[in-house]
């Protein structure tokens, strides 16, 4: 499918994503991921941060408002709260949490996981899939919209956490 996978490998999409235990044959799979030079436990709290704001075009999908630059030292996620927050408004549910590992939500008929991986050197792999049971051109759509929208906000959780734990490593 168009921009069903950008930033993962083969074996990254072979994996299980805990989003694969609610939509057993989706319409829909997507895969993302970026490698991000800091620990997973300086990544997670900017995943976590996902409920307050969409860290991606905050022009397109937060009526401007720019998403937080700072950890603002939220209480850890826990299921059935808002998975995030866009446009001022709470949208979807968090459904699965493993804390420093793992965020699962659900967004209308999409579940989409946020998964850290540990690597070598204190460095991280942050991937995400998204699952649903959209049909066929739906599924396009979405993979595509979904493509843009994705790589940019796992592209600042990047930036954002290398920043921050390059701030606090030096401090």
Same mark, same amino acid.
């Given at each position: 499918?168009? +921009?069903?996978? @950008?930033? =993962? ?6 994996? /299980?994503?805990?989003?694969?235990? /609610? %939509? *057993?044959?989706?319409?829909?799979? =997507? @895969? ?8 997973? &436990?300086? &990544?997670?709290?900017? &995943? ?11 022009? %397109? ?16 996620? =826990?299921? +059935?709260?808002? /998975? ?9 549910? %968090?459904?699965? &949490?493993?804390? $420093? $590992? ?8 999409? /579940?989409? *996981? ?16 998204? =699952? ?29 956490? $290398? ?9």
């Amino acid at each position: 499918m168009i +921009g069903d996978r @950008w930033g =993962v490998t083969s074996g990254e999409m072979s994996r /299980f994503y805990p989003c694969d235990d /609610f %939509i *057993s044959s989706p319409a829909l799979q =997507v @895969w993302r991921g970026v490698h991000v030079e800091a620990p997973a &436990v300086a &990544v997670w709290p900017w &995943v976590a941060q996902i409920r307050i704001s969409p860290y991606s075009y905050d022009w %397109i999908d937060n009526l401007g408002r720019r998403s937080p630059r700072h950890l603002l030292g939220l209480p850890p996620p =826990v299921i +059935g709260e808002a /998975f995030t927050t866009a446009g001022g408004r709470k949208r979807g549910r %968090i459904v699965s &949490v493993d804390l $420093e $590992e793992q965020l699962t939500g659900r967004i209308m008929s999409a /579940f989409m *996981s946020y998964v850290l991986v540990p690597q070598r050197h204190d460095t991280t792999r942050l991937l995400l899939k998204v =699952v649903s049971r959209a049909n066929r051109w739906a599924a396009i759509g979405l993979s595509v919209g979904d493509l843009l929208m994705a790589r940019r906000q796992l592209l600042n959780l990047k930036h954002l956490a $290398e920043r921050h734990h390059l701030g606090t490593a030096a401090g």
